[in-house]
């Protein structure tokens, strides 16, 4: 069993850097986003926070007018073994952009701080089973 489940979406031009274990479509490009990810609830969960990322890259990027060619962002995180609590989610974004690195990592920061997954967890979020 892996200590660290880390998963890795990309589209646009960093699509081609990736096995497709699951592609996906995407309202922000033509050929969608590509995953590579083992099948596991550890692994959805980091899917979740990369796709978040990934998708609010392009959201952000339209709004401050950067041109992106493609995003990758790869988010990892482990548990531990006894009671399965998180060791907290980390992740990097990859962006193939023409605009400046300035304006890229500026852009990056917003989408840090307004990533709706991220945002949840961060503030935590009750989970409970329904009859």
Known sequence: MPTTYAVRVAAGSLRGSLREDLVMPHP????GVVAELQFSGAH????????????????????LGIELAGVLVTA????????WASTGIRYRVEV??????????RML????????????????????RTL
């Open 96 to 105: 193939d952009s023409p605009a400046g690195g300035d304006e890229v990592d």
């Open 28 to 31: 922000w490009t033509a050929e």
């Open 44 to 63: 959805v969960l980091h899917l979740a926070v990369a796709g978040c990322v990934l998708n609010d890259a392009y959201r952000e990027a339209r709004a």
């Open 109 to 128: 920061e917003v989408v840090d701080e307004v990533a709706e997954i991220p945002k949840t967890l961060r503030a935590g979020a009750s989970v409970s």
């Open 76 to 83: 990892e995180g482990g548990f531990e073994p006894e009671t």
